[in-house]
């Protein structure tokens, strides 16, 4: 691992942080409805916090930039920075307090950090592949028991935007969450992800969801010790994710049983 990584994950975290503030001072019309193209829902503040973190990414780093509301911008390097400015945005508009804001930095499709800031608790999570994750400064792993088992596990999911609504998907989720204890649709990736590296749950997927929801949170799930699993990346940036404690708690490993 580059000796300079912790000084990208320091970048990536000051920035959450200004992002954090701006939210703190946010207008009134911000959880106000921006879009909406089917299920996905694009509200003001997420524009006005896109524009702090990339301002601030710029400021410390030359790297592309993958942003979900602007797309990419092109920089220098083969790492490149993914981001979400809030995860859980209609959470947020609803005055639901399960949203945070979300920086990945990636090489090849592989996460090599990720910082994920949950503004409502103050929980500022980050890792490093290859050298550990914390929360607040204080380490994290992922649940280790040797007995795991589904039926006693907690699966978070979700359904994406762009996820096909069909019968046939349905019952193949249907399949899939009936093999876990408990089931939680939080409705913030990112979030889920760090529950997963910080032992709160066990299992993660999700189809079909976006790269910058899950960009963060997988390198804090690799850096806390977890296993991760992707399809291919497609050309709008969807992709089918699993994380879990253990390979054998991956979703794919389950429902192969």
């Given at each position: 691992?580059?000796?300079?990584?912790?000084?990208e994950?320091e970048?990536a975290?000051?920035?959450?942080?200004?992002?954090?503030?701006?939210?703190?001072?946010?207008p009134?019309d911000?959880?106000?409805?921006?879009?909406?193209?089917?299920?996905?829902?694009?509200?003001k503040?997420?524009?006005?916090?896109?524009?702090?973190?990339?301002?601030?990414?710029?400021k410390?780093?030359?790297y592309?930039?993958?942003?979900?509301e602007?797309?990419?911008h092109?920089?220098?390097?083969?790492?490149?920075?993914?981001?979400?400015?809030?995860?859980?945005?209609?959470?947020?508009s609803?005055?639901?307090?399960?949203?945070?804001?979300?920086?990945?930095?990636?090489?090849?499709n592989?996460?090599?950090?990720?910082?994920?800031?949950?503004?409502y608790?103050?929980?500022?999570?980050?890792?490093?592949?290859?050298?550990?994750?914390?929360?607040?400064?204080?380490?994290?792993?992922?649940?280790?028991?040797i007995?795991?088992d589904?039926?006693?596990?907690?699966l978070?999911?979700?359904?994406?935007?762009?996820?096909?609504?069909?019968?046939?998907?349905?019952?193949?989720i249907?399949?899939?969450?009936?093999?876990?204890g408990k089931?939680?649709?939080?409705?913030?990736?990112?979030?889920?992800?760090?529950?997963?590296?910080?032992?709160?749950?066990?299992?993660?997927?999700?189809?079909?969801?976006?790269l910058?929801?899950?960009?963060a949170?997988?390198?804090i799930?690799?850096?806390?010790?977890?296993?991760?699993?992707?399809?291919?990346?497609?050309?709008?940036?969807?992709?089918?994710?699993e994380?879990?404690?253990?390979?054998?708690?991956?979703?794919?490993?389950?429902?192969?049983?």
């Amino acid at each position: 691992m580059r000796a300079d990584r912790h000084k990208e994950l320091e970048l990536a975290e000051t920035t959450c942080k200004a992002a954090q503030a701006r939210l703190a001072e946010m207008p009134c019309d911000a959880t106000e409805l921006d879009s909406s193209i089917g299920r996905e829902w694009k509200i003001k503040a997420d524009k006005l916090l896109e524009s702090v973190i990339i301002s601030n990414l710029r400021k410390g780093s030359d790297y592309p930039i993958l942003s979900e509301e602007s797309g990419v911008h092109k920089g220098a390097g083969e790492e490149y920075w993914i981001v979400d400015p809030l995860d859980g945005s209609a959470n947020f508009s609803r005055g639901l307090p399960i949203y945070c804001i979300s920086i990945g930095l990636w090489k090849n499709n592989q996460p090599i950090l990720g910082v994920v800031l949950d503004p409502y608790n103050e929980q500022l999570f980050s890792g490093i592949v290859g050298d550990g994750a914390k929360c607040n400064g204080c380490e994290i792993q992922v649940r280790k028991k040797i007995d795991l088992d589904p039926s006693s596990s907690i699966l978070c999911t979700g359904f994406p935007a762009g996820l096909d609504h069909s019968k046939k998907n349905l019952d193949n989720i249907v399949s899939l969450i009936s093999r876990f204890g408990k089931v939680r649709m939080l409705g913030s990736a990112a979030l889920m992800l760090c529950y997963v590296a910080s032992g709160r749950c066990d299992s993660y997927w999700e189809r079909q969801i976006r790269l910058w929801d899950v960009a963060a949170g997988l390198a804090i799930v690799v850096s806390a010790g977890g296993q991760i699993k992707l399809s291919k990346i497609s050309e709008d940036f969807r992709v089918d994710v699993e994380a879990a404690c253990a390979t054998r708690m991956l979703a794919s490993r389950i429902n192969a049983k």
